[in-house]
């Protein structure tokens, strides 16, 4: 019943909008009302153009002073600089030419605009016109490509040169966890065919290898400064996507293949802590947050900087908050803290 109500309303809508056009059409109906734009139309559409041109340099001035904040700080990775070079070079050059080709176009549009016994110049084509701007886009798009393809093939290129610590992350609806391979720095052997909830097995570690006993599973990803991680990724269930942001990675996840990519961390979290786009985004979000408290709303206690490991494939429910704590520390602290968990071995033998 309802929606016959709704149709209908808006069926008598639709008729009022009509009726009204039609008395205001016919209330004009003295004065010029030819379907042909005469001079004055088009120098009024002219102006229009230079109008527009204003709102859309206005709008890119605006959202560049307003929104730049919202930027990634400096990147906390080897390759991460690499990676931002290559961005802003392509930010520049698209907005250069954005400029002065929206200029042009909107200044032609206004110069030869229509006027009465004005004809336009026609000839069918101009060669070295035509030259030039297909030879210039060539030559820069295909100096970028070749910058990004080889950027990326460096970025891309997983070995195991300069001894790297191996990491496994493990996505499931809707968690993370990683895995390090222990003493000798190597996983042992997992299938999700082997989880067994009953023992903490959540990762379906293989008992009888070796490797696995002393692989160390856990809910926080630390990493020393400076040390080459190659990681490796497994899904559970359906496709994820591990994002860290701050040090330019990202790699999907997929049910039943490991995938690979490796970085170097290259600032601490304390470091980062005291980056001034970090102090400042922190400032931002703790005003919000204090304003929050004062008015009893739920995450209004303040908030500090982390790295942070998201998931970045909508994979359900709680995909928004499918996230994981990153901590980059010295050598010191990282062995600390490696020393305080347990093993797989440890974990199996207290379950029995
Ligand atoms: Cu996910």
């Not at 030879?135 to 080889?150: K, Q, R, S």
């Not at 591990?242 to 290259?266: D, K, L």
């Not at 979290?269 to 922190?282: A, C, G, S, W």
């Amino acid at each position: 019943m309802t929606i016959v109500l709704t149709i209908a309303v808006l069926v008598l809508v639709a008729i009022a909008i009509w009726q009204m056009t039609k008395i205001f059409e016919l209330s004009q109906i003295k004065t010029d009302n030819s379907q042909i734009a005469n001079d004055k139309d088009n120098k009024y559409n002219g102006y229009l153009l230079f109008g527009f041109l204003i709102f859309i340099y206005g709008i890119t001035i605006f959202s560049f002073a307003k929104y730049s904040k919202f930027l990634l700080p400096e990147a906390a990775s080897e390759h991460g600089g690499e990676y931002d070079l290559l961005m802003y070079i392509s930010f520049v050059i698209i907005f250069i030419v954005q400029t002065i080709t929206q200029a042009l176009l909107h200044y032609f549009g206004y110069k030869y605009r229509g006027e009465k016994g004005k004809k336009a110049l026609f000839y069918a084509d101009n060669d070295k016109l035509e030259f030039i701007w297909t030879i210039i886009p060539v030559v820069v798009l295909a100096g970028l490509i070749l910058w990004g393809l080889y950027t990326w093939t460096n970025i891309m290129d997983v070995n195991d040169e300069d001894d790297p610590l191996i990491v496994e992350l493990y996505a499931q609806q809707f968690n993370w966890t990683a895995r390090y391979g222990g003493e000798d720095n190597e996983l042992g052997m997992a299938n999700v065919r082997m989880i067994d909830i009953n023992k903490a097995n959540v990762l379906g570690l293989d008992e009888s290898d070796p490797y696995a006993s002393d692989d160390i599973i856990t809910k926080e990803l630390h990493l020393p400064v400076g040390r080459k991680v190659n990681f490796r990724f497994r899904s559970q269930d359906v496709l994820h996507s591990a994002y860290m942001p701050h040090f330019r990675a990202q790699m999907n996840c997929v049910p039943g293949m490991i995938t690979e990519f490796s970085f170097t961390p290259t600032i601490t979290t304390e470091e980062m802590r005291q980056n001034p786009e970090v102090i400042e985004k922190v400032k931002r979000t703790n005003k919000i947050r204090a304003e929050r408290a004062a008015l009893g709303q739920p995450n209004g206690d303040p908030w500090e900087f982390d790295y942070v490991l998201l998931c970045n494939k909508i994979c359900g429910k709680s995909h928004y908050n499918m996230q994981m704590k990153i901590i980059v520390e010295t050598e010191e602290e990282y062995q600390k803290w490696l020393e305080e968990q347990q093993t797989f071995g440890q974990t199996m033998a207290s379950m029995n």
